[in-house]
Antibody, heavy 118, light 110 residues
Framework: QVQLVESGGGVVQPGTSLRLSCAASGFPFRTYGMQWVRQAPGKGLEWLTVISNDGRIRYYADSVKGRFTVSRDNSENMVFLQMNSLRAEDTAVYYC???????????WGQGTLVTVSS | QSALTQPASVSGSPGQSITISCTGTSRDVGGYNYVSWYQQYPGKAPKLMIYDVSNRPSGVSNRFSGSKSGNTASLTISGLQADDEAVYYCSSYTYTSTYLFGTGTEVTVV
């Protein structure tokens, strides 16, 4: 079965960086695009970024463009989210997600909490 | 990139049907048949309920159905049950190859 396990969350100060990781298993990783979605405490879902199966194509939400970078390692079945210049409003649970056959998310990780606070 | 618009809450009695709307624009919901719906319980990750407007993944009850008209997509839950109480989000692919989520709808079974 599909498993997505995020790690790397924690408490960081504003202006600093953090790198999230997502370990994938249970499916042919290199075949599928991957996404990151976040959810601020008590708020709705916010789409952040998508990376194609081969890592060549990436798109970002305006709210994180230029600060966040998605990458993947198909040899290790891992996807990453590098987050720079973190702000208080980046405080959220960050979900790693697998794309379905076409243009939707069909599986989600359990999420990792990032808290940006001084 | 404004979120898609959903009603904040919808309620119904057990056995009834309810419909949740998701309104976007011609650049997202109206322009593509790539609308999906997710169910989320408190403290849990979302779960895919509908994809490509009206397709149900394996294992999702046929009480859940999706449709679209113009810039508005809809999720209908028929035969409402207590464990349908959750927050539901729509999502759509957009003309910039990004995605948008809806504002979320809390479903209450009264």
């Amino acid at each position: 079965q599909v498993q997505l396990v995020e790690s790397g969350g924690g408490v960081v100060q504003p202006g600093t960086s953090l790198r999230l990781s997502c370990a994938a298993s249970g499916f042919p990783f290199r075949t599928y695009g991957m996404q990151w979605v976040r959810q601020a405490p008590g708020k709705g879902l916010e789409w952040l970024t998508v990376i194609s199966n081969d890592g060549r194509i990436r798109y970002y939400a305006d709210s994180v463009k230029g600060r966040f970078t998605v990458s993947r390692d198909n040899s290790e079945n891992m996807v990453f989210l590098q987050m720079n210049s973190l702000r208080a409003e980046d405080t959220a649970v960050y979900y790693c997600a697998k794309e379905g056959t076409w243009l939707h998310i069909d599986h989600w990780g359990q999420g990792t909490l990032v808290t940006v606070s001084s | 990139q404004s979120a898609l618009t959903q009603p904040a809450s919808v309620s119904g009695s057990p056995g009834q049907s309810i419909t949740i709307s998701c309104t976007g624009t011609s650049r997202d919901v109206g322009g593509y048949n790539y609308v999906s719906w997710y169910q989320q319980y408190p403290g849990k990750a979302p779960k895919l309920m509908i994809y490509d407007v009206s397709n149900r993944p394996s294992g999702v009850s046929n009480r859940f159905s999706g449709s679209k008209s113009g810039n508005t997509a809809s999720l209908t839950i028929s035969g409402l049950q207590a464990d349908d109480e959750a927050v539901y989000y729509c999502s759509s692919y957009t003309y910039t190859s990004t995605y948008l989520f809806g504002t979320g709808t809390e479903v209450t079974v009264v």
